[in-house]
């Protein structure tokens, strides 16, 4: 695998002859890799000729100076996973490097950076946006791979994508768990091995009312069930909790037939915040 750090030399290497008539699959993370990492790599190898990973911890998007501070950072590791699965390309810039002729890219978010992950997390969208979208000018992907843990994420990038008229396809990816159902996240590594297994439940609580939510149910009431069931662990603390389109992530007041409807929340579990969702259909 070949490891690039520098824009310059990133440049150099996409503008060759050999990488420019080539197909380019990208999946840009923040490292600590895991297996709901490598899902999207995997899925880059198989329809790309060439993949390309980026590692960046982009200090944009974390609202949480404590967050960032705090988050996993395991290069050797990373390394050794994104050789096994056959990765060609990685890229990991720093800061200064990437940032410094960034003119940026001003979107309509149509209200999506307000709600729900944003609400919480101001001006964490924002950030995303800036550095997926520097990303994509440098890498010029043709197809480029997100997961559906970040749900929201994925509605904004594809909305990004629309308006910008980058020629670049989105795929979504679906939410690799653990065997106990927790999603895979980097920040799980913050949790001891009690604090995972106790982390396990939200998505069984999901599972449970994604089972037994009827059509002529109130959101709102299943708001409430859900919230106390999951803070009902002492070390839980449910930020949110909301049930919304799945297309235009519009907050649902009423059950309706025939619509595919996101429950999707986030949940402070001590020190580290946990998000996670599952997709209903009536
Ligand atoms: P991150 O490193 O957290 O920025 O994530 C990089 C990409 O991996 C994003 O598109 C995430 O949505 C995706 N991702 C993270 N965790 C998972 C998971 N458990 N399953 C599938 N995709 C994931």
Redesign the pocket.
């Known amino acids: 695998m070949k490891i690039i750090k520098t824009v310059k030399e990133f440049e150099d290497y996409r503008s060759s002859k050999i990488v420019s008539t080539k197909s380019i699959g990208f ?5 600590a890799l895991h297996k ?2 490598l ?2 790599i995997e899925k880059s190898v198989i329809n790309n000729d060439i993949t390309i990973v980026s590692i960046f911890v982009n200090p944009r998007q974390f609202n949480d100076q404590n967050d960032y501070n705090n988050y996993p950072i395991n290069i050797d590791e990373d390394i050794k996973l994104l050789e096994s699965v056959k990765c060609d390309v990685l890229f990991s810039p720093l800061n200064d490097d990437i940032y410094k002729s960034y003119s940026g890219f001003k979107m309509d978010f149509k209200g999506l950076d307000n709600l729900y992950e944003g609400e919480f997390r101001p001006g964490h969208f924002q950030g995303v946006v800036d550095i997926v979208y520097l990303l994509f000018s440098i890498v010029k992907p043709n197809n480029s791979y ?5 749900f929201q ?1 994925l509605a904004i990038i594809k909305l990004m994508v629309k308006q910008s008229g980058l020629k670049i396809n989105i795929v979504p ?5 653990e065997l106990s159902g927790l ?4 920040r799980n590594k913050r949790l001891n091995v009690e604090e995972q297994g106790q982390a396990s439940n939200i998505y069984k609580v999901l599972r449970i009312y994604k089972d037994k939510i009827k059509v002529s149910d109130n959101p709102q009431d299943i708001i409430i069930k859900i919230t106390e069931e999951i803070n009902k662990e002492e070390i839980f603390e449910v930020e949110y909790v909301v049930f919304c389109d799945a297309e235009t992530l519009e907050s649902i007041e009423k059950f309706k037939a025939n619509t595919n409807i996101m429950l999707c929340l986030a949940v402070w579990c001590k020190k580290v915040r946990l998000i996670d969702n599952i997709s209903l259909q009536f």
């Open positions: 999946v840009p993370t923040m490292g709901g990492h899902s999207l997100f997961g559906e843990k970040d994420q990816c679906p939410i690799v768990r999603a895979m996240s980097s």
